[in-house]
């Protein structure tokens, strides 16, 4: 078997659950060892600088001690760290030359997912919306073409329902805004890159609702059969590929829909991405609590979903 001049595969990830679950790196290394014996062909991607010669074979378990002792002598703190970047270091709005706003258009991902009257269909709490002001605001006041908001309003499971429509948010949205709103019954298509192409002077456009399509989240469960039915990777990539006509810069200010990997949050191509005043907010105090947390420290978390939560529970043990 040829030899490596990189790390082979039983050298174990520091940075993995396996080191909390077992507390013994020899032990650990011994467990990795005896698995992948068979092969040093594999590269790791922990270790990334050339490794010493490794002749041909393990023919012991002594070498993977020698393997053991280089990391650590390599990497005294325990091994390779990866360098953590800040929350509170995110490319935000403000991180961007004002004159680059200028006559540009803006697709801004808000999160408008509001809780409505089940008769009228009349919005009961604008909270969200108001949050958004800060950043639509911004951008029309330095000039931007047109601002392209879109969002997602409940489960409409992929496909369109009259009943998740954002036309009472848009009616909402004008409401508080002061400045008429546009409202465009699709989000994604030819027909929307013309209406938002033809914007000027700030125009407030609102798109239909995200989760219409199923290419948004990727996938969509039968609620009879409980079946999973899964957007083609080409439909995925045409519907984000259409997001990212619509405008020459994007802005995330849906911190709630962040952690999710959907096409109006991940897809956009294009440059510049950035955080918006209320994501900005969110990112300074997430950094501030996790980061550098000031005694006393009580935490309190709400919300339905407490597999959601149990990953900041668990990072918040060794702090609250």
């Known amino acids: 078997m040829p030899g490596s001049r990189y790390a082979p595969s039983w050298i174990p990830d520091w940075n993995s659950g396996i080191r909390n679950r077992i507390p013994d790196p020899n032990t650990r290394l ?41 990391i650590r002598n390599r990497h005294p703190a325990g091994g390779p760290t990866k360098k953590k970047m800040s929350l509170s270091s995110k490319k935000t709005i403000t991180d961007l030359p004002a004159g680059e706003i200028k006559g540009k258009r803006v697709l801004i991902r808000v999160d408008f997912n509001v809780p409505q009257d089940k008769t009228s269909g009349q919005i009961t709490n604008n909270a969200r919306i108001v949050a958004a002001l800060p950043t639509i605001k911004y951008v029309i006041e330095h000039g931007c073409q047109a601002v392209i908001l879109c ?4 489960r409409p499971n992929g496909a369109p329902n009259s009943k998740y429509t954002l036309r009472p948010v848009a009616e909402e949205l004008q409401k ?5 709103v ?23 456009f609102l798109l239909e609702n995200l989760r219409f399509h199923l290419e948004e989240e990727g996938s969509k469960k039968d609620d009879v059969t409980g079946e999973k039915t899964k957007a083609s990777p080409e439909a ?68 339905a979903k407490i597999s959601d939560k149990i990953q900041l529970i668990e990072n918040l043990l060794d702090k609250v």
């Open 151 to 154: 969002s997602h309003l409940g």
């Open 236 to 303: 995925v990539d045409a519907f984000r590929s259409s997001l990212t006509k619509l405008a020459d810069l994007y802005i995330n200010d849906a911190f709630g829909t962040a952690h999710r990997a959907h096409s109006s949050v991940v897809g956009f191509k294009g440059e510049p991405r950035l955080a918006g005043f209320l994501m900005k907010k969110e990112l300074e105090f997430f950094s501030k609590v996790l980061e550098k947390p000031e005694p006393p420290f009580l935490a309190i978390l709400g919300g």
């Open 176 to 180: 508080v805004l002061g400045k008429d």
């Open 30 to 70: 011994l467990r990795i060892f005896r698995a992948r014996i068979q092969s040093l062909t594999d590269i790791s991607d922990v270790i990334r600088s050339p490794l010493p010669d490794i002749p041909d074979g393990l023919p012991d378990i002594s070498q993977a001690m020698a393997g053991l002792k280089w």
């Open 182 to 204: 546009t409202f465009i019954d699709e989000c994604v298509g030819t027909k929307v890159e013309e209406k938002v192409g033809a914007g000027k002077n700030g125009q407030v």
